[in-house]
């Protein structure tokens, strides 16, 4: 129990583009998810929380704009990385909170993304 | 400033050698503690503690939480060639559903 699949596993884009990025709990249902950042060797940072059917809250610094994110179902959240920019190059991670029991964070498996 | 503190930094041992991994925390309305393994990919869940004292165990897993020193330990015996990932720290705050992450140890199991 407690997976979390994310999608794509690896993304390699040019300058300019804008990247998707999908996070969907597949055996529980998630009200909460959250969306992180690794840079090699460094720990998780927390970009966002995603509530479902509301507005994400964002960690000071990150940019709204640029890393969009939707919680449209109690199931699935998604990152779009708008205008991707080399320095965007990193590690992203989701996490799904259960609704129920423990309500224990589990990490989805991340998607590398390299942007050109 | 929230911060989470681990060390070391990282473990380099043998396999069969016990080793001994520390989480310190300053953190406003501390909730939880949470450890976890990350190797190639994503953290998976290990232990979460709430109360001081009390030793959560798994297996060659073992932690506990020290929550007037404001610190936490991990502890492998007999460890394993597969035990080499990085272990995260990571602290819960109530009132919010956020989670602060330490760097994190390297530890590396030898044959």
């Known amino acids: 129990g407690a997976v979390v699949s994310q999608h794509p596993s690896w993304v390699i884009c040019k300058s300019g583009t804008s990247v998707k990025i999908e996070c969907r709990s597949l055996?529980?249902?998630?009200?909460?998810m959250f969306w992180y950042r690794q840079f090699p060797k460094q720990s998780l940072m927390l970009m966002a929380t995603?509530?479902?059917?509301?507005?994400?809250?964002?960690e000071q610094g990150v940019e709204k704009d640029k890393f969009l994110i939707n919680h449209a179902s109690l199931t699935l959240s998604t990152l779009t990385v708008t205008s991707a920019h080399p320095e965007d190059s990193s590690f992203y991670i989701c996490?799904?909170?259960?609704?129920?029991?423990?309500?224990?964070?589990?990490f989805g498996p991340g998607t590398r993304l390299l942007v050109l | 400033e929230d911060k989470v503190v681990q060390s070391p930094l990282s473990l380099v041992v043998h396999e069969g050698d016990t080793v001994t991994l520390n989480c310190s925390y300053e953190v406003t309305n501390f909730r939880s503690l949470l450890w976890y393994k990350q190797e190639k990919k994503a953290p998976t869940f290990l232990f979460m503690l709430?109360?001081?004292?009390i030793e959560k165990k798994s297996g060659r897993l073992s932690s506990i939480l020290d929550k007037k020193e404001l610190f936490s330990i991990l502890n492998i015996t007999a460890t394993q060639t597969g035990d080499s990932a990085v272990y995260l720290c990571a602290v819960g705050q109530g009132g919010s559903e956020k989670l602060v992450f330490g760097k994190g140890t390297k530890l590396t199991v030898n044959p």
């Open positions: 995603s509530n479902e059917g509301s507005k994400a809250t964002y």
């Open positions: 996490s799904a909170r259960g609704d129920s029991g423990r309500k224990t964070q589990y």
């Open positions: 055996d529980f249902q998630a009200t909460t």
């Open positions: 709430t109360s001081s004292g």
